[in-house]
């Protein structure tokens, strides 16, 4: 139980790391070959950063896209695991690419694309699979190659997934079979234990012909919505179901630019108690996506006071933060939220 506990504990938002790398295969090592993964590396760090796919008509991102490369500061190959790998032709590699993170941000911009910070909410996945007629649902230890798709897939997404224990508990809380019927309460049920902020849940099987058909359901704020897909590969699958599950986050949590609105506000921040609270806390507002600008204007006691210049609304501030709730509004402070103006001081505890 206490293990459980903990697991259920670190289930909740997460701080994504490598943002802007990217893995693709390519046939060989040729300048063509190389141009043309850094040309798909690039799509794919766009939308793991934006939370929507490029729009190819952008001119921003056509002419982006015919000097790909050049965003890149580091790239290196390395061979196929097991020398083979979904839908990839023989004798083909991995590019791995890191992106110039300012590079992107600027290209973002100046596309006027949607920007999502690396901190976002996780995603409980219930994950059935039929497979050539034997059922199995995925779970953090298993070996079907359907794990390893949800690995894939939520690298070339920017997505922190959370998969069940597969226990006696899960079992008797969530049945394969309702699981597989996609019943809606048994399956919120079961995810209360795991803490994540959406649920996302799947039947996938494989057709007559060999493609893969796939249904899914995705819980969050009180929706629930439905996904229908047909792809070639497994792989393909797993990723359109997250594809579309971080898309409806993204609108929620990514800041669009025709939000922007340069907002002020003034706040002050209770609990720093050392030095390192006061480093920590002005990295962490720093490296917020909402953030346009960090300045301290006082420091009294364990009470600091700061004026941030914000990529957005007072409501997507308190959005982002409640994803890692270091930062909390003070009680009185949530009572009169309704009555908030821009020019008032608005006080936040430290918990890091």
Known sequence: MVLVSLFCATSAAKSIEGLYDAKITVLDQTVASRQQGARDGLLEVLQRVSGFA??????????????????????SYATLEDGL??????GSRWLNMKFENNGIQR??????????GKNRPSIMVWLAVDDEGEREVIGDASV???????????????????????????????????????YSDPIKAASKRYGAESVLAARLFRGAQGSWKGQWQFFFGGQELSFVFET?????????GLTASAQVLADKYALKPSRVMGNHL??????????HDYASLTKYLDKLAITKRV??????GKLISIDLALNGSFEQFKQTLRLDKKL??????????????????????WKP
């Open 54 to 75: 490029a729009p190819l008509d952008n001119i921003v991102i056509i002419k982006a896209l015919g000097i790909a490369d050049q965003y890149l500061y580091q790239y």
């Open 85 to 90: 790998q979904e839908g990839a032709p023989v």
């Open 107 to 116: 290209l973002i911009k100046a596309a006027k694309l949607p920007r999502w």
């Open 144 to 182: 079907h190659l359907a794990r390893k798709a949800l690995n894939e897939g939520a690298m070339k997404r920017g997505l922190p997934l959370v998969l069940p224990l597969n226990d006696l508990e899960d079992s008797i809380k969530l049945p394969l079979e309702q699981l597989w019927g996609l």
């Open 232 to 240: 070639d590969t497994l792989n393909a699958q797993v990723l359109a």
């Open 266 to 275: 003034n706040i002050e921040v209770n609990l720093v108690d050392s030095l």
């Open 295 to 300: 300045v301290i204007k006082q420091l009294k």
């Open 328 to 349: 909390v509004l003070d009680v009185l402070t949530q009572e009169q939220e309704s009555s908030f103006e821009e020019d008032g001081r608005i006080r936040f505890r």
